[in-house]
């Protein structure tokens, strides 16, 4: 109950495309949702995140939609660009025995070919 | 701002030794860290969670006396790989409760990650 659901597992875009990323979840205690990016040997960056009370926030090019009511979740890329190459990690956080606790989904490796 | 490092950036150590990690918050104050563990490929996994001040709560599954975990002060702790085997060669990954942009509520800022190497 405490995972996420994420896919596609590899996605491939041309430059200028929109790049999708979906990922569910079961518990609706989960009550934070940030979405990371990974470049090989490095560690995570947070991108974007949002709360169950939004459905939508937007950061330049980066969109997260979300649906409460269908406990997913997802990460928009417009105007992908080659740059935007990396792994992306959807989470949500659960607040446990008092202390957060982020659960990752599997990742999601994009590449935008030029 | 928020800025998380880790050190060493990566290690090879022999097996049957131990191997020290450190994690530092550089411009903030952590009174919660957490390690994660990351083969490759593969997602991150959280396997403790470090209050300063006090005992580190770790994942189950995480043997406790393997992974030793000190969070001595509000801006640093440390991660004990006790008598290293080649199946703990992974990529470690810190990460610190800081302060989140723009809302109340405080966000986790990961460290760039150590590469260990158990030959």
């Known amino acids: 109950q405490q995972q996420v659901k994420q896919s596609p597992q590899s996605l491939i875009v041309q430059k200028g495309g929109i790049s999708i990323i979906n990922c569910a979840y079961e518990?609706?205690?989960?009550?934070?949702f940030p979405w990371y990016q990974q470049f090989p040997g490095k560690g995570p960056a947070l991108l974007i995140a949002i709360r169950p009370d939004v459905s939508e926030k937007k950061e330049g090019r980066f969109t997260i939609s979300f649906n409460k009511s269908a406990k997913q979740f997802s990460l928009h890329i417009m105007d992908s660009q080659p740059g935007d190459s990396a792994t992306y990690f959807c989470?949500?956080?659960?607040?446990?025995?008092?202390?957060?606790?982020?659960?990752f989904g599997k990742g999601t490796k994009l590449t935008v070919n030029p | 701002g928020a800025v998380v490092s880790q050190h060493p950036s990566w290690v090879i150590c022999k097996s049957g030794t131990s191997v020290k990690i450190e994690c530092r918050s550089l411009d903030f104050q952590a009174t919660t860290m957490f390690w994660y563990r990351q083969f490759p490929k593969q997602s991150l996994m959280l396997m403790a969670t470090?209050?300063?001040?006090?005992?580190?709560?770790?994942e189950q599954g995480v043997e406790k006396d393997k992974f030793l975990i000190n969070h001595a002060s509000l801006t640093l702790s440390t991660l004990t790989v006790t008598s290293a085997h080649p199946e703990d060669s992974s990529f470690y990954i810190c990460s610190a409760r800081g302060p989140s942009s723009g809302g109340a509520i405080d966000t986790q800022y990961f460290g760039p990650g150590t590469r260990l190497t158990v030959l």
């Open positions: 989470a949500a956080s659960i607040f446990r025995g008092g202390s957060e606790k982020l659960v």
């Open positions: 470090s209050n300063e001040g006090s005992k580190a709560t770790y």
């Open positions: 518990n609706t205690a989960f009550d934070y």
